[in-house]
């Protein structure tokens, strides 16, 4: 995404929020920009006492981030707007002001926040069929990703169980595929399979991913996100998977605790946007369809918003002096020759997260990915 003028940046990030946070963050801007910005509150003001609908969408990613973090704060509001003529006025809940993680996914079930941006593993307890996306080495990267959520299958099967919860998926997040990324500590390249034995991995809650670890001979430790730069300068773990951009953008410094980011390319490290269906179900069938319809250029938004993000990352983790490897083609395929979905520690998986003919299931879903 290009650079914004702060205008335009606070204009889509602020919405109808008080005064009191423009000068908090910007107390010494010149006159004619605090002028500006009392022109813009009174705009989004107005707006937002005509609009027939108030969509809140809430995000652990702070708006200024939007060079390193590719959530789309700007483009949901300016989109969604533009797409229902003003009858919808967005406001974005930034920073993780009403939560972070399952916190988001109760609000937006409990009806609580319209909409919200989370990691997709904070929907499997919801839909535990979204976890066979972490089987590795067969949807990991953004085109397989995409292909896969936008198909009829995979909507009708796994996508739809979310609603049972009063959650539909508005659009998959592109964010990356994960790495093997050795601490400073540690500072080991991790590129084939015997790099990982004896590894101590942080892994995020998934149960695929910790087998992934197992059959790697590695040790899996569930460590909490917002621990793992303290815990990294502890040397309590050696490694963690997170795609590049979560790397940079993790908690409390992080991207100053790794070594060498290895991109093995194991599976998507996917959020989603979500929205209460009660709410979507409450719109006027006209402003239903506009509000739909304005993701779908909101979702090709983000896809260029993550390819500056992560080339933006790539180079601010040069200057931190932390190497990236990328894999030969050769050593990917050895990888997901041993661990992949052939597996056949995987066909278990495959039909308790499918169902009794989740290895055919899966080999649709196969199929739909690679195209």
């Keep these: 995404m290009p650079r914004v003028s702060r205008r335009t940046f606070l204009r889509y990030s602020f919405g109808a929020l008080s005064s009191m946070v423009y000068f908090t963050i910007f107390p010494r801007q010149p006159w004619e920009d605090r002028r500006a ?17 108030i969509f809140n969408f809430s995000s652990p990613y702070f708006t200024s981030n939007y060079l390193t973090t590719p ?28 939560g972070i993680g399952s916190e988001l996914s109760n609000w937006v079930s409990l009806g609580k926040s319209e909409g ?25 990267n953004e085109t397989e990703y995409i292909r896969l959520f936008n198909s009829q299958a995979w ?14 998926v508005l659009f998959p ?35 695929s991913l910790a087998l992934f670890y197992r059959l790697t001979k590695a040790k899996p430790m569930n460590i909490p996100w917002k621990f793992c730069a303290r815990t990294a300068r502890g040397g309590r773990y050696d490694a963690l998977d997170p795609a590049i951009i979560g790397l940079y953008a993790g908690p409390e410094g992080l991207n100053r ?18 929205a209460n269906t009660d709410y979507i179900a409450a719109l006027d069938s006209r402003t239903r369809s506009q509000f739909l319809d304005a993701f779908n250029e909101i979702q090709g938004a983000q896809l260029k918003n993550y ?8 180079e601010e983790f040069k200057k931190l002096g ?37 290895l055919a299931v899966f080999d649709k879903f196969y199929k739909i990915a690679k195209g």
């Design 322 to 358: 932390v190497k990236i490897y990328a894999p030969t083609p050769r050593e990917q395929k050895v990888l997901a020759k041993k661990f992949g979905p052939a597996n056949p520690a995987w066909e278990p998986v495959k039909k308790r997260l499918l169902g009794a003919d989740g």
């Design 37 to 53: 910005f009392a022109e813009t509150l009174k705009e989004e003001k107005r707006k937002k006492r005509l609009a027939k609908y």
């Design 116 to 140: 919200a941006l989370l990691s997709i593993a904070n929907l499997s307890p919801l839909c535990p069929e979204l976890d066979i996306l972490n089987i590795p080495f067969w949807a990991a």
């Design 173 to 207: 997040y592109v964010v990356g595929e994960r790495t093997a990324t050795s601490t400073k500590r540690y500072g080991k390249l991790i590129k084939s399979p015997k790099d990982f034995e004896g590894v101590r991995f942080r892994v995020p809650g998934s149960e």
């Design 307 to 314: 390819k500056t993000a992560v080339t933006f990352c790539s």
């Design 155 to 168: 909507n009708r099967a796994v996508l739809s169980k979310t609603r049972k919860a009063r959650i539909q």
């Design 71 to 98: 959530h789309a704060h700007l483009e949901i509001k300016r989109l969604i707007e533009k797409y229902t003529k003003n009858k919808i006025f967005v406001i974005i809940h930034d920073g993780g002001s009403r």
């Design 257 to 274: 605790e790794l070594g060498i980011i290895s991109e093995i390319k194991s599976v998507h490290d996917g959020w989603v946007a979500i």
